[in-house]
């Protein structure tokens, strides 16, 4: 009896940690977003925005990023997993995995989760409508608008939602740290690239950043409260499956 009233307040315990956190995270997040918000309404061009692209710029040729030949390729193909095919397509693969192994909530769940993000991430863009930099040459065609970033924004709400999803289902701590490291470097690498190919002020970065991860950690408090009342799959269930008779 008094091992089940432990485990009963411990369990409690980690479950209010993980809404403060939550909580904590999604405030933040909104806080510099705001912030970032704000200034970009005023018409305000941030000084270390302006520093930070030109630092990533040849000294006598703004159209040469500093770097080996290879870097500026490299950054091309990172910038690409933020972009809407690649996020689109894993979305899809995921959901067709959830939807082969029998969790056809979890599936629904991760889709809407996903998709009604990429769907903020363009309202905020058609809100702020701020327009792309000018200050360096653009590496890759562009055609929308600039904050906050939509690769940023939408690659930290894709891989940090399947990220989390994937370490929940597992038992081993240094895989689920190893999972959630992975989403959170894809995360930051893809927003560099924006600002390294100069199609992106920082800003608009940390803005998708903030965005994109407390839209996350929004989804994964929704997800778990949803496994608890039984609405989606448990982490690591798989439907039951009849044998095959012989």
Same mark, same amino acid.
């Given at each position: 009896?008094?091992?089940q009233?432990?485990?009963?307040?411990? /369990?409690?315990?980690?479950?209010d940690?993980?809404?403060?956190?939550?909580?904590?995270?999604?405030?933040?997040?909104?806080?510099?977003?705001?912030r970032?918000?704000?200034?970009?309404r005023?018409?305000?061009?941030?000084?270390?925005?302006?520093?930070?692209?030109?630092?990533?710029?040849?000294?006598?040729?703004?159209?040469?990023?500093?770097?080996?030949?290879?870097?500026?390729?490299?950054?091309?193909?990172? +910038?690409?997993?933020?972009?809407? /095919?690649?996020?689109?397509?894993?979305t899809?693969?995921?959901?067709?995995?959830?939807?082969?192994?029998?969790?056809?909530? +979890?599936?629904?769940?991760? +889709?809407?989760?996903? +998709?009604?993000?990429?769907?903020?991430?363009?309202?905020l863009?058609?809100?702020?409508?701020?327009?792309?930099?000018?200050?360096?040459?653009?590496?890759?065609?562009?055609?929308?608008?600039?904050f906050?970033?939509?690769?940023?924004?939408?690659?930290?709400?894709?891989?940090? /939602?399947?990220?989390?999803?994937?370490?929940r289902?597992?038992?081993?701590?240094?895989?689920?740290?190893?999972?959630?490291?992975?989403?959170?470097?894809?995360?930051?690498?893809?927003?560099?690239?924006?600002?390294?190919?100069?199609?992106?002020?920082p800003?608009?970065?940390?803005?998708g950043?903030?965005?994109?991860?407390?839209?996350?950690?929004?989804?994964?408090?929704?997800?778990?409260?949803l496994?608890?009342?039984?609405?989606?799959?448990?982490?690591?269930s798989?439907?039951?499956?009849?044998?095959?008779?012989?």
């Amino acid at each position: 009896m008094v091992p089940q009233i432990f485990a009963h307040i411990f /369990t409690r315990h980690r479950i209010d940690s993980r809404i403060l956190m939550v909580f904590l995270v999604t405030a933040v997040g909104a806080l510099i977003f705001l912030r970032l918000g704000s200034e970009v309404r005023e018409g305000d061009n941030f000084a270390l925005d302006r520093l930070i692209l030109r630092a990533l710029r040849g000294a006598n040729n703004s159209a040469v990023p500093i770097g080996p030949a290879w870097l500026q390729g490299a950054m091309i193909d990172i +910038t690409a997993l933020g972009g809407v /095919t690649v996020l689109t397509l894993l979305t899809a693969l995921t959901a067709g995995y959830l939807l082969a192994s029998g969790k056809t909530k +979890t599936a629904i769940f991760v +889709t809407i989760a996903i +998709t009604s993000g990429a769907i903020l991430s363009n309202i905020l863009k058609f809100g702020y409508a701020r327009p792309r930099p000018d200050l360096v040459a653009h590496l890759v065609d562009v055609h929308s608008l600039s904050f906050p970033s939509g690769h940023a924004m939408n690659s930290a709400i894709t891989y940090l /939602t399947l990220g989390a999803l994937l370490s929940r289902a597992e038992g081993s701590r240094s895989m689920r740290i190893f999972l959630m490291g992975v989403a959170i470097l894809l995360t930051l690498t893809i927003g560099f690239s924006r600002v390294y190919l100069g199609v992106h002020w920082p800003s608009d970065v940390v803005a998708g950043w903030c965005v994109g991860a407390s839209w996350a950690a929004l989804c994964s408090l929704v997800a778990r409260s949803l496994q608890r009342g039984h609405k989606i799959d448990e982490p690591g269930s798989i439907s039951a499956v009849p044998p095959n008779q012989t």
